[in-house]
Nanobody
Framework: VQLQASGGGLVQAGGSLRLSCAAA????????VGWFRQTPGQHREFVAA???????VYYSDPVKGRFTISEPGAGTLYLQMNALKPEDSATYYC????????????????????WGKGTQVTVSS
């Protein structure tokens, strides 16, 4: 599956951004999809995911209550980011996984099988 993320940019702390991820061919098929982020020198960090079969939504603790992941259809995935903080600054990646995990820790541990190119988010203080 080929993925393309977009929507990043520069925003002030407290502001909002919406990231988009588009699947080539207009469908994610049977893949579980989600968002990760990475800063220089750090591992890619789980942000949010939607389980393909269960429809369950998972969020990392740092973003819970501020970010919302959604999949409106037609191979599109969104990440609505509100109340942004400088520590949210990172390159954000959308990904697709063959497996659907049941815990946030599993998403942290196993990540995704396919990745799109990232989109940069910078939050100024």
């Amino acid at each position: 599956v080929q993925l393309q993320a977009s929507g990043g940019g520069l925003v002030q702390a407290g502001g909002s951004l919406r990231l988009s991820c588009a699947a080539a061919g207009g469908t994610f098929g049977t893949y579980t999809v989600g968002w990760f982020r990475q800063t220089p020198g750090q591992h890619r960090e789980f942000v949010a995911a939607i389980g393909r079969r269960s429809g369950n939504v998972y969020y990392s603790d740092p973003v819970k209550g501020r970010f919302t992941i959604s999949e409106p259809g037609a191979g599109t995935l969104y990440l609505q980011m509100n109340a942004l903080k400088p520590e949210d600054s990172a390159t954000y990646y959308c990904g697709a996984s063959v497996a659907e995990y049941r815990t946030v820790n599993d998403y942290y541990a196993f990540g995704m099988d396919y990745w799109g190119k990232g989109t940069q988010v910078t939050v100024s203080s």
